[in-house]
T-cell receptor, first 116, second 110 residues
Framework: AQSVTQPDIHITVSEGASLELRCNYS??????LFWYVQSPGQGLQLLLK??????LVQGIKGFEAEFKRSQSSFNLRKPSVHWSDAAEYFC??????????????FGAGTRLAVHP | DGGITQSPKYLFRKEGQNVTLSCEQN?????MYWYRQDPGQGLRLIYY???????QKGDIAEGYSVSREKKESFPLTVTSAQKNPTAFYLC?????????FGSGTQLSVL
């Protein structure tokens, strides 16, 4: 069965510091991978996704993620964090993706706090 | 603007009461979903629908019901059988490349 692990429940960084949020998945074949961000009391917004091709993907708001098959990881990075990045971040995996039903498995999330 | 609209933003349920959460999308997506979010547990799938007049149970469907009479609408009813309904509920729809989410409904028990 597919699963997603986000090892860090809470992370605190200083504004301007670099950020890396970890995501490990369990799936036999090539997965479809996603990172979503959620502000308090709001829905989820897609930051970036990996379906195939270049293993380093660029997303919105200056985020990037790297797919490493050998490590079953899809870590999210940002070189310089802004106070507005404080939110909860979710990694998700799917075995396929189409216009019909798509079964996404979500991690438990990582809550990011940013110190001024 | 295209998107998903959930209402109400906050909802309170009394003992033994059924309540209905609204979800409307104007993205012309076939597939729609309901997720439940509890602190520290990520998102869990309640129900999904791939087409009008058809829907399937997700991982935690007990105590919930849905309907899909129109492509744009996928309301969720939290029945009195759901003994722990307090949670944040998210509606979503999917294109061929991603899930789009509404802004959620916080349901609490009075």
């Amino acid at each position: 069965a597919q699963s997603v692990t986000q090892p860090d429940i809470h992370i605190t960084v200083s504004e301007g510091a670099s950020l890396e949020l970890r995501c490990n998945y369990s799936y036999g074949a090539t997965p479809y991978l996603f990172w979503y961000v959620q502000s308090p009391g709001q829905g989820l917004q897609l930051l970036l996704k990996y379906f195939s091709g270049d293993t380093l993907v660029q997303g919105i708001k200056g985020f990037e993620a790297e797919f490493k098959r050998s490590q079953s990881s899809f870590n999210l990075r940002k070189p310089s964090v802004h106070w507005s990045d404080a939110a909860e971040y979710f990694c998700a995996v799917a075995s396929s993706f189409s216009g019909g039903y798509n079964k996404l498995i979500f991690g438990a999330g990582t809550r990011l706090a940013v110190h001024p | 603007d295209g998107g998903i609209t959930q209402s109400p933003k906050y909802l309170f349920r009394k003992e033994g009461q059924n309540v209905t959460l609204s979800c409307e999308q104007n993205l012309n997506h076939d597939a729609m979903y309901w997720y439940r979010q509890d602190p520290g547990q990520g998102l869990r799938l309640i129900y999904y629908s791939q087409i009008v007049n058809d829907f399937q149970k997700g991982d935690i469907a007990e105590g919930y019901s849905v309907s899909r009479e129109k492509k744009e609408s996928f309301p969720l009813t939290v029945t009195s059988a759901q003994k722990n309904p307090t949670a944040f509920y998210l509606c979503a729809s999917s294109s061929t490349t991603e899930l789009f989410f509404g802004s959620g409904t916080q349901l609490s028990v009075l």
